[in-house]
């Protein structure tokens, strides 16, 4: 069973909009949530990260909403940029114990010109 | 600067063969981690490692096994290929305390004929 869900595997926007990438999640226990950006041929790296005691998390231009009651979790972009065209993958986790990241199955984010 | 690297970036092997991938990471990381990336089904868990000769299966650990003998190495093992595990294969790593963020390799690209 799927537990963290990124239910668009594709998102097109405008250069200078906002990208909302969107995630939900079934276990009430995930305390810890990141997303990540993976280009081609690379690895993925770390974008930003939402711990549960929180609701919204902002590192420049991406922030990074959380909705417990909804178990969903949303990234913004803005002002979306060429660069940013990339799979965007959510993931969750628990802060205490067995680190072990739960993977959405990621979004196509294209930034047109 | 964090680094993590696999010792291929393509490989192709035939069916039946017995398959090595290497990750090494500079960081002094305890745990260490094996995924696949496999379209629209996200980065899944195969393998991880807490500590040098520890081993813990992840969702997906058949056909499968892995081997840390040293702290930095982290090796995964296809004991005999299979064409069901042609795949992108994604090794990270991760500090356990702090922002338990897990940082990536750049991934092997591999094709089983």
């Known amino acids: 069973d799927q537990q963290v869900k990124q239910n668009s595997p594709s998102l097109s926007v405008q250069e200078g909009r906002i990208s909302i990438l969107n995630c939900d999640y079934t276990?009430?226990?995930?305390?810890?949530f990141l997303w990540y950006k993976k280009y081609p041929a690379e690895g993925p790296t770390f974008l930003i990260s939402?711990?549960?005691?929180?609701d919204k998390n902002e590192d420049g231009r991406f922030t990074v909403f959380l909705n417990k009651s909804a178990k969903h979790l949303s990234l913004h972009i803005v002002p979306s940029q060429p660069g940013d065209s990339a799979v965007y993958f959510c993931a969750a986790s628990l802060i205490q114990g067995a680190q072990k990241l739960v993977f959405g199955q990621g979004t196509r984010l294209t930034i047109n010109p | 600067d964090v680094k993590v690297t696999q010792s291929s970036r393509y490989l192709v092997k035939r069916t039946g063969e017995k398959v090595f991938l290497e990750c090494v990471q500079d960081m002094d990381h305890e745990n260490m981690f094996w995924y696949r990336q496999d379209p629209g089904l996200g980065l899944r868990l195969i393998y991880f490692?807490?500590?040098?000769?520890?081993?813990e299966k992840g969702d997906i650990p058949e056909g499968y096994s892995v081997s840390r003998e040293k702290k930095e190495r982290f090796s995964l093992i296809l004991e005999s290929a299979s064409t069901n595990q042609t795949s992108m294969y994604l090794c990270?790593?991760?500090?356990?305390?702090?922002?338990?963020?897990?940082?990536f390799g750049p991934g092997t690209r591999l094709l089983v004929l």
């Open positions: 939402i711990s549960s005691i929180k």
């Open positions: 990270a790593s991760e500090d356990p305390v702090g922002r338990r963020v897990q940082y």
């Open positions: 490692s807490y500590d040098v000769k520890m081993k």
């Open positions: 276990n009430s226990m995930f305390d810890y």
